[in-house]
């Protein structure tokens, strides 16, 4: 399939500095700090570590902070005690986001951090998709639904964590190429929660009732300002684009629940973070960030996701 074609290309290009080898033998055990594994993305990602591992026939201790920082720390404080040799770590939030790496690092554990860095301590190197990229291209793709103009809304991840932040900045950028769209409204979540969409989108549709755009930040968010628009009774067309791809709202999307995500290759981004995980143990070095590209998601193009997520 294509998109295999293109997943694998993508990984490939990141990871051919050198052969995995006898470097793969030495690695036997990881730890996977996880911030919150009821989301599908994360979820995902951890079954793409742990199946990728388990092929390499390497251990890995994961651990779910259920979105708390503090259990974070906690937890990450048990596996330095565990002889882990690499740690892949998901921050739990932007407020102690550097206390795992420092911890880890003070230990002498290479740090893979994923999907979330802190730039006051970042890990040895960080893996995520192009969320500016892609979060402004579906940003334009819902523009050109409205025809280039309108007013928008947008719904935020949780502040001031590394994809709320380059998320908005790629869509900001494509507000910018389109002086007839306004955005007239923004909110923050916590949990970047389908609930969480639907409340703040009832309240901001409310507020703004001439909307016909709306980005949320992430497809569960996505799903609850689709919501949102039924039971707020606008009478416009609201054209809706979300972020990640999640496997339980590829189909809603391929049925024209909303109009556009990106599909994140949540299990190339897993088997690249055990990669570089095996190769920071070895003593090399990787580039800073990794970034592999996400997928414009469509309902014309959803049920190929669906068949075969990346």
């Known amino acids: ?6 997943v694998m ?32 993305y994360f979820n995902q990602i951890k079954i793409g570590v742990e199946a990728y591992a388990a092929e390499l ?3 890995v201790i994961t651990v779910d902070a259920k979105n708390d920082s503090a259990t974070q720390v906690s937890q990450v404080q048990d596996l330095l005690t565990q002889e882990i040799d690499a740690f892949i770590y998901i921050p739990a939030g932007a407020a102690a986001a550097a206390v795992p790496t420092r911890l880890a690092k003070e230990a002498g554990i290479p740090v ?8 006051e301590a970042p890990g040895d190197t960080f893996i995520a998709t192009d969320n500016a990229t892609s979060a402004y291209e579906v940003c334009k793709h819902i523009i050109g639904l409205a025809e ?25 950028q494509a507000i910018g190429e389109n002086p007839g769209v306004e955005l007239v409204a923004e909110q923050w979540s916590e949990q ?10 009832q309240n901001l549709l409310q507020a703004n009732p001439e909307v016909t755009l709306i980005f949320a ?43 556009a995500t990106a599909t994140q290759q ?21 580039p800073a960030e990794q970034l592999l590209p996400g997928f414009l998601t469509t309902p014309e193009n959803a049920a190929e996701f669906v068949a075969e997520h990346p």
């Open 192 to 201: 970047w929660s389908q609930a969480e969409g639907l409340n703040i989108g």
């Open 266 to 286: 949540v299990r190339g981004i897993g088997r690249l973070a055990v990669d570089s995980a095996i190769k920071l143990a070895a003593g090399e070095t990787l």
């Open 57 to 59: 026939g390497i251990e």
């Open 217 to 259: 930040q992430a497809d569960g968010l996505a799903l609850g300002a689709a919501q949102a628009v039924k039971v707020s009774g606008v009478a416009q067309r609201v054209y809706i684009g979300g972020f990640d791809g999640d496997t339980t709202a590829l189909p809603i999307l391929a049925e024209g629940g909303f109009d």
């Open 1 to 6: 399939m294509q998109i295999k074609t293109a």
């Open 9 to 40: 290309a993508a990984i490939l290009a990141t990871t051919a500095l050198s052969p995995l080898g006898a470097s793969a033998q030495e690695v036997k055990k990881i730890g996977l700090a996880v911030s919150n594994l009821q989301a599908d």
């Open 148 to 172: 280039g103009k309108g007013q928008m809304i947008m719904i935020h991840g949780q502040k001031g964590t590394t994809p709320e932040v380059e998320r908005t900045k790629g869509c900001m």
């Open 112 to 119: 893979v951090n994923v999907d979330r860095n802190a730039d």
